[in-house]
């Protein structure tokens, strides 16, 4: 028993030190989905910590292969360590509600799109501010738009601890976001479709569009928002309310793109988009 549990110590610490640049990789997928303020180090400490974990628990007589096996649960603690930076405070969604409010006064008022400028003179506070305020709202809706990545199910094994209906909420929720991308006004699809479905650079998003890259950076931001309020107003109808939205033409707009993701689909086609397991099975027609 003594020369055994060495020898299975040995063998975790070499798994480790085989994968730790696993770990490596999943953080640099990782923050090119983030903002830039994100720190590195923090997200590498909890992935390493997350891979010696895996390889405390790993069965090899399950037939999955370490690093696949390792790879779903690093993904889950870079993901927690981000959760855990408390992004989503009262004054955040506050200010974000106010930032919108200003954003919509001003597309009333201009017949277009405000430049950050603009809104931060209505605010009374800087640019940067504007440019935080988005961070926070990019952040948030990434985690949900990575359920449509390029993973397959090769690179995901599903933690065993969703239960049937946790399940089935999440693939419903999942459904409801890809209907809500599909119907995005033209620009808005290509920029969210191009930069986090397939992955593309920004320069070459803003050369398909002919704009800058400032300004696709401004449509993501534009795009984000809509989504967010489009499924808040399907699936949770009370923060939906703390935002509620003002007379006008880009009210009505609003309006008519969050009834067009109602009908975009049904129960029976959001949960097609999945597997039993929440994985993508491809797009919607």
């Known amino acids: ?124 506070c800087t640019v940067e501010d504007i440019e935080s305020a988005e961070d926070d709202v990019h952040r948030a809706t990434v985690f949900s738009l990575q359920g449509f990545a390029t993973a397959t199910a090769d690179d995901i094994v599903t933690e065993p601890g969703a239960g049937p209906e946790e399940m089935l909420l999440r693939r419903e929720r999942l459904g409801y976001l890809r209907n809500a991308v599909d119907v995005l006004p033209e620009r808005l699809r290509v920029v969210v479709e191009g930069y986090f479905f397939q992955e593309r650079p920004m320069a070459q998003i803003a050369a398909e569009l002919g704009v800058s890259e400032s300004r696709v950076s401004q449509l993501r931001a534009e795009a984000l928002v809509l989504l967010r309020d489009g499924l808040n107003t399907h699936l949770e109808p009370s923060l939906a309310a703390q935002n509620p939205a003002k007379e006008g033409c ?36």
């Open 1 to 124: 028993m003594t020369g055994e549990a060495p020898a299975t110590e040995r063998r975790g610490e070499d798994i480790v030190r085989k994968n730790m640049p696993l770990v490596g990789h999943l953080v640099r997928e990782m923050l090119t989905r983030v903002p830039s303020h994100v720190n590195r180090d923090d997200l590498l400490s909890a992935g390493y910590a997350a891979l010696v974990a895996a390889a405390r628990g790993f069965d090899p007589e399950r037939g999955v292969p370490f690093p696949r096996f390792a790879a779903t649960r690093i993904r889950g603690a870079l993901v927690d360590e981000l959760r855990g930076l408390d992004w989503a405070s009262r004054s955040v969604r506050q200010r974000a509600r106010r930032t919108d409010a200003a954003r919509e006064e001003l597309m009333a008022e201009l017949g277009r799109t405000p430049t950050a400028a603009e809104v931060a003179e209505r605010l009374g």
């Open 250 to 285: 880009v009210a009505r707009r609003r309006a008519a793109y969050y009834d067009r993701i109602a009908t975009r689909g049904t129960l029976r086609t959001r949960l097609e988009m999945t597997s039993p397991e929440g994985l993508p099975v491809g797009s919607a027609a």
